[in-house]
Structures are given as structure tokens and as C-alpha cells.
């Protein structure tokens, strides 16, 4: 069992930046693939980034890719998401998940585990 927390959110103008953080309960942090998620009001859950186990590699939606920088800190078993050059149609709320499966994990069906969510609101 692993349970997730978010934080980071909050109001930003376009242009700014935020860091979003998602500590992990329990010692196996490490063992799983984390992603970062985003819905916007009206909209499915879409994917934004996701990191390997031990963070040898990183990969993003086409919507974020040069923009937002997803880490992991396995000490501290946390998952960071650094989003720079924000744009209104960023606004959502940002969840963090995990899962067991090994690889390029993008399909929400894919994760087991989610948090509650951090709101990102980003003003023109």
C-alpha cells in the first residue's frame, strides 16, 4: 500500500513558475514507476510525466515536453514536478500516481495508486 500527498499548488501569472512535491508513504518507494496527471474542469485526467524507478529516465506529454522537469528523490521518497513558462490552459488539479509496471507508463488504467490532488491555477 502506498499513499500519496501533493503539494506545491497554488495561483501563478502566466510566464511564472511552480514546484509541485508528492511524498510517498511506505519503504518501497523506489520499486515503483511515478507519473504526474493533471484535469482540468470538464476534461478527462491526461498525462504529463512519468519517471522510471530510479530515475534513469523521464518522459512528458507533447504539451509539457520543454517546459516541466519531473525528479525523484528516492530518500526522501518523493516525486517533484517543476513547471516553468506557465500557460492559462495549464490550470488543473495535479495528481501524483504510482505503479508497479516497469517502462513508459502513460494510461491512468496503469496506475494503482493516486493522490488527492494540488489545484495549479494559472492567471493571463
Known amino acids: 500500500q502506498v499513499q500519496l500527498v501533493e503539494s506545491g499548488g497554488g495561483l501563478v501569472q502566466a510566464g511564472g513558475s511552480l514546484r509541485l512535491s508528492c511524498e510517498a508513504s511506505?519503504?518501497?518507494?523506489?520499486?515503483?514507476?511515478m507519473g504526474w496527471f493533471r484535469q482540468a474542469p470538464g476534461k478527462e485526467r491526461e498525462f504529463v510525466a512519468g519517471i522510471s524507478w530510479i530515475g534513469s529516465y523521464t518522459y512528458y506529454s507533447d504539451s509539457v515536453k520543454g517546459r516541466f522537469t519531473i525528479s525523484r528523490d528516492n530518500a526522501k521518497n518523493t516525486v517533484y514536478l517543476e513547471m516553468n513558462s506557465l500557460k492559462p490552459e495549464d490550470t488543473a488539479v495535479y495528481a501524483c500516481a504510482a505503479t508497479n509496471v516497469d517502462g513508459v507508463v502513460r494510461t491512468v488504467s496503469s496506475y494503482k495508486y493516486w493522490g488527492q490532488g494540488t489545484q495549479v491555477t494559472v492567471s493571463s
Open positions: 511506505g519503504r518501497t518507494f523506489s520499486s515503483y514507476t
